[in-house]
């Protein structure tokens, strides 16, 4: 069964494969930084949340347009010591959705109005450091809290390197999942295996991130590993002495781009420690103006997961996804489809992608097909149908998406 799913997988990847390697700083972008310039989202956003090439160089830069550029909208201060912004930069994003599920679910329909509240600042604290950050008001009715949080140091000593300090997704450096347009996520992010904390959304820790020649990205992340749980008694945030290392190296020619992840990690627990690597090649290929085709292929093992037997047998999960985003009208434009397929299997139950799924999965497939239409740059209509293929269940969503 494994093996088919490693084959299907190897499949499909090459068919859909698109923006991963993103450069360092590819945090989100946000009104506030249109406002301080005075420029249209478009600039950096198309569509609204995802970045294009520019947006992806001001993230970069610490959200200045060029290293080293005068202050704008700082106040002078008369010391060279000192720089203030004039007004902190503040943005607000809210998601609301209506959801319909087929078959047996209860509720059928889901007005999840708002999803999501989410009030977002960023901004220059020296000419080479910046911050980011947002907080969650409500996240499907709960105060989530801070989760993007962290300072950023752009060319460390003139070094070239990038150096980001605080709470961020592991997977920044891939896909990043902030800025899909879908809905569905990409699943393969949040597998957890067993009774570890593990896994590629967010964790605390350092990245460090430099280019070499341009084409070429590499990047490191040490990690705590446990993700953004609360402190414990102690004041400490990670469990055990181990620290989780992930390293990256992607290459880019013309409009393809080849990279390689891999993560490596100890948890312990009762006593006992479970290693975990997670590994894998992605993809990105632009094919002209109006195609992106977006993929990725991981394996992870975890050695004892359920932390209950010295001699428990290693566990192995195969996952990934694809994904296709059309621009009829090139990225200025107003219409924008996706195509997202995703696929995680191994060979008993043991992991969840943390969906609300009633118990522990070994197989989760889904199909999503979604349409996007600009009301403003600044606001999205969506419309998305998903399939889950295990369920048999079919999921309709229509909602907006808008920051201001």
């Known amino acids: 069964m494994a093996s088919k799913s490693v084959g299907r997988l190897l499949v499909l990847t090459p068919l859909a494969l698109g923006a991963l390697a993103v450069p ?29 090439a520019v947006g992806e160089m001001f993230a970069a830069n610490g959200f200045r347009l060029a290293l080293g550029e005068p202050a704008v909208g700082a106040v002078d201060t008369g010391d060279g010591l000192l720089r203030l912004m004039q007004d902190v930069p503040l943005a607000m994003r809210v998601d609301a959705y209506m959801r319909s599920l087929s078959g047996s679910a209860t509720p059928k329909v889901d007005l999840q109005t708002p999803w999501g509240i989410k009030l977002l600042s960023g901004g220059e604290i020296t000419d080479r450091i910046s911050y980011y950050m947002y907080f969650f008001l409500t996240e499907r009715g709960e105060v989530a809290g801070l989760e993007d949080a962290f300072v950023q140091v752009s060319d460390v000593a003139g070094s070239g390197v990038d150096l980001v300090v605080g709470q961020f997704q592991v997977s920044d450096p891939l896909f990043k999942r902030e800025l899909r347009l879908e809905y569905e996520d990409y699943q393969a992010y949040r597998v957890r295996v067993g009774e570890t904390q593990a896994d590629l959304t967010y964790d605390r820790g350092l990245m460090a991130h430099y280019s070499p020649r341009d084409g070429t990205d590499l990047s490191v992340q040490l990690l705590n590993g446990q993700g953004l749980g609360q402190a414990s008694e102690a004041k400490a945030y990670d469990r055990n002495d181990w620290k989780s290392f992930v390293a990256r190296a992607s290459q880019s020619a013309g409009p393809l781009r080849i990279g390689a992840v891999g993560y490596w990690g100890v948890e312990t627990a009762n006593d006992l420690d479970s290693e975990i690597r997670i590994y ?34 290693g566990t192995k999960v195969d996952m990934g ?12 434009g107003r219409w924008f489809f996706t195509a997202l397929y995703n696929h995680v299997e191994a060979d008993d139950p043991i992991f969840t992608v943390r969906q609300g799924e009633d118990g522990l999965l070994d197989r989760y497939r889904s199909v999503a097909l979604g349409a996007n239409y600009l009301l403003a740059r600044n606001m999205r209509m969506t419309g998305e149908v998903q399939r889950d293929l295990e369920l048999d269940r079919t999921r309709l969503v229509v909602g907006f998406m808008t920051a201001f």
């Not at 894998?280 to 993929?295: I, K, M, R, V, Y």
Request: proline letters at 11%; glycine letters at 10%; a negative charge.
């Open 24 to 52: 360092v700083g590819d945090a989100k972008a946000i009104p506030a930084f249109a406002r301080k310039y005075g420029v249209s989202c478009s600039l950096c956003h198309q569509p609204t949340p995802r970045l294009n």
């Open 280 to 313: 894998g090649p992605d993809l990105t290929l632009g094919l002209g103006p109006l195609l992106e085709l977006n993929g990725q292929y991981l394996r992870r093992t975890d050695e004892r997961p359920f932390f209950t037997d010295l001699d428990e047998p």
């Open 321 to 332: 996804f694809a994904e296709l985003v059309y621009s009829p009208q090139g990225g200025a």
